[in-house]
């Protein structure tokens, strides 16, 4: 499917207006964040793409820091949109990213940097899903889990890894995992976490597939998120903001953090948690983060305002978290549109400039948790997504 320019820009304009909801000028919507169900504990089919009709952006991101030094961020994407006559469904796509820590990486050609990434179509059964389980299947490769243990095979000419993710802290989401944008509350994110797993498993990379492949063992730790909108990314969130801190005493360190466009009035939700082994310390909704150091990263027409530090206070009743993150350090700068169909991408490009930052850091925590103080430093790693 050839899409023009003009056709394309055309689409995604009835796209939007088909998807966002209507709103007075002279007061924006609400932003209504979790709430408390009282249900059972999150299990893998939770995790499971939605089956519906209607439009879906979801992705299944992993974030690996092996013991060699490299950290890895793999993604896998399932799509579906329509608006009115216009439709793609069931599109999907993976993406990888293997780079040596330390060393900037905003383009293809960085030496020991190795990138991946492929499409499939659905319609055409290039991937499917379960519906009794949570397993995906694209072609040869595969995201499967029980719970508890996820495998994860991602093969590509220039990476090939196959892992096994052992949780060691329960799959979390904050209240229901849903947050509810507008006056009817029909526009939604879900969001889901794998907070903390032990990896194993192999990998291969090579420059083309005409160098032979060497495998590899690998270890190391990581941590993922299942993110699913029933709209564009774009139409819900200005920027998001993710922290990890995953010490090797078993402290963990967590926070994501959503910043709504005009349409909502740039409100925030966002969550922290603090866990030590399986034990969740504290959770809070009740989030701020203040910007400290902002530097404009100008890609093309966007300019995007790229946190290299900040602070965040997060508070439950009595507790308080109190979190310094500074000396940005840029792993990596990727567009989201390099994981999506090229039919979808072809819609999307001619309005939207969407740009991924990965930034590893220095925090400094203080930790007020059930009247006890302590304070904590390290090495942490932050995430920012520009869906604009």
Same mark, same amino acid.
């Given at each position: 499917?050839? !899409?023009? #320019? ?11 207006? *088909?998807?966002?909801?209507? #709103? ?13 169900? +009282? ?30 030094? @490299? ?11 329509? *608006?009115?006559?216009?439709? /793609? ?5 993976l993406k990888a990213v ?11 050609? $960085? ?13 055409? +059964? ?26 994860? *095979?991602?093969?590509?000419? @220039?990476?090939? $890894?196959?892992?096994?993710? $052992? ?10 995992g849903v947050t509810r944008?507008?006056?009817? +509350? ?6 889901? /976490? ?32 299942? &993110? @699913? ?9 200005? &920027? ?28 925030? !939700? ?23 150091? !902002?530097?404009?990263?100008? /890609? ?9 530090? %900040? #602070?965040?206070?997060? &508070?439950? +009743?009595?507790?308080? !978290? ?63 997504? %520009?869906?604009?």
């Amino acid at each position: 499917m050839n !899409v023009s #320019r003009r056709s394309a820009r055309c689409l995604l304009l009835l796209c939007m207006g *088909a998807l966002s909801p209507a #709103r007075s000028e002279a007061q924006a919507e609400p932003v209504r964040g979790w709430v408390e169900t +009282g249900s059972l504990p999150l299990v893998a089919t939770d995790l499971a793409p939605w089956g519906g009709e209607g439009t879906s952006f979801e992705s299944y991101d992993f974030w690996v820091w092996l013991d060699d030094g @490299r950290y890895m961020k793999l993604q896998f994407v399932v799509t579906s949109m329509r *608006a009115g006559f216009f439709k /793609i469904e069931r599109q999907g796509s993976l993406k990888a990213v293997v780079a040596p820590i330390g060393q900037s990486t905003t383009d293809d050609t $960085t030496e020991g940097v190795f990138r991946a990434r492929r499409g499939f179509s659905g319609q055409d +059964g290039e991937w499917s899903a379960s519906d009794d389980s949570f397993n995906l299947v694209f072609d040869d490769c595969y995201l499967r889990g029980d719970g508890r243990t996820f495998h994860l *095979a991602l093969l590509d000419d @220039r990476v090939k $890894t196959e892992l096994e993710l $052992t949780l060691s802290q329960p799959l979390w989401q904050a209240g229901d995992g849903v947050t509810r944008f507008g006056w009817d +509350g029909e526009t939604t994110m879900t969001e889901q /976490i794998l907070p903390r797993f032990a990896v194993t498993g192999r990998l291969s990379t090579r420059l083309s597939k005409s160098e032979p492949e060497q495998w590899h063992p690998v270890t190391g730790r990581g941590y993922a998120e299942h &993110r @699913r909108t029933s709209a564009f990314p774009s139409s819900v969130g200005e &920027r998001w903001a993710s922290f990890r801190a995953l010490r090797e005493d078993g402290l963990t360190i967590e926070m994501n953090h959503l910043q709504t466009p005009d349409t909502y009035g740039h409100a925030t !939700v966002g969550w922290l948690t603090v866990r030590l082994g399986e034990e969740l310390l504290f959770a809070s909704r009740d989030v701020v983060l203040k910007p400290v150091d !902002v530097r404009n990263e100008a /890609i093309e027409t966007s300019n995007y305002p790229v946190l290299y530090g %900040y #602070r965040v206070l997060a &508070r439950d +009743g009595a507790d308080e !978290v109190e979190l310094t993150v500074t000396d940005g350090q840029l792993e990596l700068r990727d567009s989201p549109l390099a994981s999506v169909s090229p039919v979808l991408r072809a819609v999307l490009a001619s309005a939207l400039a969407p740009m991924d930052y990965e930034l590893s850091n220095r925090y400094e925590a203080r930790l007020r948790i059930g009247g006890s103080i302590a304070a904590v430093a390290g090495a942490g790693w932050t995430t920012l997504s %520009y869906p604009k």
